[in-house]
């Protein structure tokens, strides 16, 4: 990482110190949906399964820790941990159904469960709030009167300690023997199949753990915005997670974060220029699809690092086209 | 009323609908079966399409004319689109389509709300088509009928065209093997082109044909084209015969879902889509690959 991560580090741990509060809630937003962008990239750039639906995760995560919150009225950290554990319970038959299919049929398959969940979420009422969503919901703290994390500079850095977290548990799996057998079933699933790995386990496996990391998102999502609603589940934020992801550069783990950051940037920046921000945005993503496949951290890369190092990198970090 | 008038109008009112469901959903999967794309901004065209109808009908006071028009703009559109945006990624992923239209829609539908602002529009059908006839005792719109009448009429036009003539053989044989096509000394690329022109046109069309019943809105598109990914699935992706009878099915799923089920009518329609890909990953009328 060297001495720019360190800065980077110690430049987010000053955060609430130095900044303006409406920026810390900024970074804040940032940090979740890097999280979320982080754990597609597990799907999208390890293993090569083009999830169009993962907004169904992030929903999930959303609608489970607020009712956690509401209704049981357990603690904060509590709720979001019980919300992340719940979608990746229930991704589980998700995955084992998905992974049937390949391609384009995995793509359209995710975004099927995910309009379902919408479907779900919309209509029933008494659960869900229905169109409204579920509002009020607080960083109370529950029993143990952690009252810190009520404050923004403490969602702050519980936000941040999770990504953290996530990011240490993420690299270390996609570093595993088993991560490096994901990588090998996204190069050649037959060859993977053929060395006596069962793909389809690995798979199903994988969604399971991105559905944890990306329920962890949305668990963190809820009580910051105060509500979750059925848009949560809705195709374009699956579609703007995959723009954040490619953006940023698929197949590494701080690429989709500063994708993330880069988007909200934009959207930020831009809804404050122009009330077209999203047409210049969506110009901005065709031409990193089109121009620029490796994304922002694939450019960072090229230009920072060694040979050595490139070579050194080039069996776990691909950049995916 | 009575059961059977009430099947009858119902029953007109899915036909209606299943029509406007074709004409999106032929699109997209003519665009599937020839290039392999998920064109996730079909329902930005079809949505593009509705608002150019309005603005010609109201400048001009012609109806047919926008009815003509306004598949015309989208269609060439289309075009500009596939040489800019999809061309140079032909030899990449699917993936990269998919992001990359998913980026098209995004433009395309902010571009119709810096040009046409965030008010609804509609406009006035003309008169032949603006009442409405008595059925079975019941009161039922013409436009409707005009609607259902006009589903088939194109549904059956587009099929002659694929299977009777030349140039539809050589886009049934270019969706089959397009290498091949091209060794036989026919330039694919005018293929691709002309099938994602002919696409976006026919969405366009769904477009203009669904403002009188729904209006033409911003968020039009975002919700039609999932229904259409869900015919398209549940058909069979490339299939036409598929996209008939998915639009049918969904068209009368949710007329009579509306009203029966009215809250389970929306989950049902996903439900059929993961059972049917769960049994038959290529859908109902897929062909294996």
Same mark, same amino acid.
């Given at each position: 990482m ?10 987010? $741990?000053?955060?609430?110190? /130095? ?9 804040? @937003?940032v ?26 995760? *992030?929903?999930?995560?959303? +609608? ?14 509590? $709720? ?9 319970v229930?991704?589980?038959? %998700? ?25 779900? $979420? *919309? ?10 969503? =579920? ?66 386990? *690995? ?17 963190? +999502?809820a ?72 994304? =922002?951290?694939g450019?960072?890369?090229?230009h &920072? ?6 070579? @050194? ?9 | %009323? ?28 003519l ?11 079909h ?19 012609? *109806? ?30 699917h993936? !990269? ?35 409405? /006839? ?6 039922f ?11 088939? !009429? ?21 969706a089959?093997? $397009? ?7 026919? #330039?694919?690329?005018?293929v691709?082109?002309?099938?994602? &022109?002919?696409?976006?046109? =026919? ?10 019943? /729904? ?11 999932? #229904?259409?990914?869900?015919?398209v ?35 049902? %329609? ?20």
């Amino acid at each position: 990482m060297g001495w720019a991560g360190a800065v980077v580090i110690a430049g987010l $741990a000053a955060a609430p110190a /130095v900044l303006p509060g409406f920026l810390v809630t900024s970074l804040t @937003e940032v940090l979740i949906l890097g999280l979320f962008a982080m754990s597609l990239d597990l799907l999208v750039g390890y293993t090569g399964l083009d999830s169009f639906g993962h907004a169904a995760v *992030y929903g999930l995560g959303a +609608y489970t820790a607020s009712l956690l919150l509401l209704r049981a009225e357990v603690s904060l950290p509590t $709720a979001v941990l019980g919300g992340a554990l719940l979608t990746a319970v229930l991704a589980l038959p %998700m995955g084992w159904l998905c992974t049937r299919t390949t391609g384009v049929s995995f793509a359209m398959l995710t975004l099927a469960f995910a309009q379902l969940l919408y479907a779900v $979420a *919309y209509k029933w009422q008494s659960v869900t709030g229905g169109s409204d969503g =579920l509002a009020g919901v607080s960083r109370t703290p529950g029993p143990f009167g952690l009252t810190w994390f009520t404050s923004r500079p403490g969602y702050y850095y519980f936000v941040a300690g999770c990504l953290a977290g996530a990011y240490v548990l993420c690299r270390a799996f996609v570093a595993s023997p088993v991560g490096t057998t994901l990588l090998a079933i996204r190069e050649n699933e037959r060859k993977a199949s053929a060395l006596g790995y069962n793909p389809r386990a *690995y798979k199903i496996a994988v969604f399971v753990i991105a559905a944890f990391f990306g329920g962890l998102a949305g668990a963190l +999502y809820a009580p910051f915005a105060g509500f979750a609603s059925p848009d949560l589940f809705f195709w374009i934020l699956s579609g703007q997670v995959l723009v954040m992801v490619i953006v940023g550069g698929s197949g590494s783990l701080l690429g989709p974060i500063a994708g993330a950051a880069v988007f909200l940037l934009l959207e930020h920046h831009l809804s404050g220029l122009t009330d077209s921000w999203a047409l210049i945005l969506g110009l901005i993503f065709i031409v990193f699809v089109v121009f620029v496949p490796e994304g =922002l951290w694939g450019i960072v890369r090229r230009h &920072a690092a060694t040979p050595a190092a490139l070579l @050194e990198e080039s069996g776990a970090e691909h950049p995916v086209p | %009323m009575s059961l059977t008038a009430f099947l009858v109008t119902q029953g007109l009112n899915a036909l209606a609908l299943s029509a406007l469901l074709f004409f999106i959903s032929i699109g997209l999967t003519l665009i599937f079966g020839i290039m392999r794309i998920i064109n996730f901004a079909h329902g930005a065209l079809y949505m593009l399409g509705a608002y150019v109808g309005v603005s010609v009908a109201l400048w001009t006071g012609r *109806y047919w004319l926008a009815l003509a028009l306004a598949p015309i703009l989208v269609a060439a559109l289309g075009l500009g689109v596939e040489a800019l945006v999809l061309r140079p990624l032909y030899r990449r992923e699917h993936g !990269a389509f998919l992001l990359v239209t998913f980026g098209v829609a995004l433009v395309v539908a902010e571009g119709i709300r810096l040009g046409w602002g965030p008010t609804a529009r509609r406009f006035a059908l003309p008169s032949g088509l603006a009442g409405s /006839v008595t059925l079975l005792g019941e009161a039922f719109p013409v436009y409707r009928i005009f609607l259902a009448c006009f589903g088939v !009429a194109v549904a059956v036009a587009l099929w002659q065209f694929l299977e009777r003539t030349r140039l539809g053989l050589v886009i049934r044989a270019t969706a089959q093997n $397009a290498e091949m096509v091209h060794a036989l000394g026919v #330039d694919v690329r005018w293929v691709r082109s002309g099938v994602f &022109a002919l696409g976006c046109g =026919l969405a366009a069309l769904g477009g203009v044909l669904a403002v009188p019943l /729904v209006t033409a809105y911003l968020g039009l598109g975002a919700g039609v084209v999932v #229904d259409a990914f869900v015919i398209v699935i549940i058909g069979g992706m490339g299939s036409f015969v598929g996209s008939v009878i998915g639009s049918l099915l969904v068209g009368f799923v949710q007329t009579f879902g509306n009203f029966y089920l009215p809250d389970l009518a929306l989950a049902a %329609m996903y439900l059929a889509m993961i059972a049917v890909l769960v049994l038959r990953p290529r859908g109902l009328f897929g062909q294996d690959e």
